[in-house]
């Protein structure tokens, strides 16, 4: 979005301040209140050593982490942009770089979720040295560097292609400013194509894999197969809601182009369903769903020190 669009999106904005302040309202409330339950549920994660030293909870609070940090830093930004607070393109970059950063974290680190309990139900008696949490942290950091590939990628991009004195430029924060040309945007969009078919065909391997282990497993491994295979299923309803976020630019990108009100409200339904509703309600769901987390939230919510619900 060009600085005229910016400026058309301002005069749209102001000629039904009454509607904006709504939506505003709205999000800071959904925001603040995800925010709320991610710190709850770490606290809940780092307040119990059984927690700490299972890899799967530890890549769940890696999760609530980073998903904490995105509502944050997007919040700042439409609050930036809401107050139509011009910044330096130099001093944008930083947070965009941060922001993209924690955004490609979440659907990477669910698709390790998804290999864990692939490990934990098909490959059982090697689980206990596979999921170890000196290599959980490990694949955390291959997590954390993989996703960081492409922001660096595209401003190192950005620094050999910008105009001179591009980076002093006033503009809002929003990632485009680091897109320049029409062969970076086509760049990352093979990227993230080449993504979606990685994380799919892992998602798919693993669900094929636990399904064939709970049509032989038989008793309490049959159980545990089942559970495994639902816990899969929400692994993948958690993934197609993070990869259609982060195709949402692409949509928003044509709306624009047909109209500038439409792709406003695009945006608007985009940011509130996509990036903020359907990324914390997925990591509440999960965290509720999983009996010994949900009777440890319930111990720390009630405040009632039994010790049969702490144990």
């Keep these: 979005m060009d600085q005229n669009s910016s400026s058309e999106e301002l005069q749209l904005i102001t000629n039904d301040p009454v509607l904006v302040r709504t939506r505003m309202a709205i999000v800071q409330v959904l925001v603040w209140f995800f925010i709320y339950i991610d710190i709850f549920m770490l606290f809940t994660f780092f307040s119990k050593q059984a927690f700490r030293g299972n890899a799967r909870y530890i890549l769940f609070a890696h999760t609530l982490l980073v998903d904490s940090v995105y509502l944050l830093l997007s919040v700042l930004i439409v609050l930036l942009n809401y107050n139509y607070l011009l910044f330096p393109v130099g001093s944008c970059v930083l947070l965009c770089v941060i922001l993209e950063i924690v955004s490609s974290c979440t659907p990477v680190t669910i698709t390790a979720m998804c290999l864990e309990r692939y490990v934990a139900i098909c490959m059982p008696l090697r689980h206990a040295d596979i999921a170890t949490t000196g290599r959980t942290l490990a694949a955390i950091t291959i997590i954390s560097a993989y996703s960081s590939l492409t922001p660096f990628l595209d401003l190192f991009i950005l620094i050999v292609i910008s105009p001179p004195g591009y980076f002093a430029t006033p503009t809002l924060c929003h990632y485009e400013i680091m897109i320049l040309t029409e062969w970076h945007r086509f760049m990352r969009t093979v990227r993230y194509q080449v993504d979606l078919v990685l994380i799919v065909i892992i998602v798919l ?32 309803l958690q ?61 720390y919510t009630t405040c009632r020190f039994n010790h049969n619900i702490a144990t």
């Design 205 to 236: 391997f693993c669900f094929v894999k636990i399904t064939l282990a709970a049509r032989t497993a038989s008793g309490e491994n049959k159980q545990s197969a089942s559970k495994g295979r639902r816990t899969l299923l929400l692994h993948g």
């Design 239 to 299: 993934l197609f809601l993070c990869l259609i976020d982060r195709l949402s630019p692409y949509t928003e990108s044509v709306a624009l182009e047909c109209n500038l009100e439409l792709y406003l409200i695009i945006r608007y339904f985009n940011y509130v369903a996509l990036g903020i509703t359907s990324k914390a309600l997925s990591s509440i769901i999960y965290g509720l769903r999983d009996k010994k987390f949900f009777l440890a939230l319930m111990y």
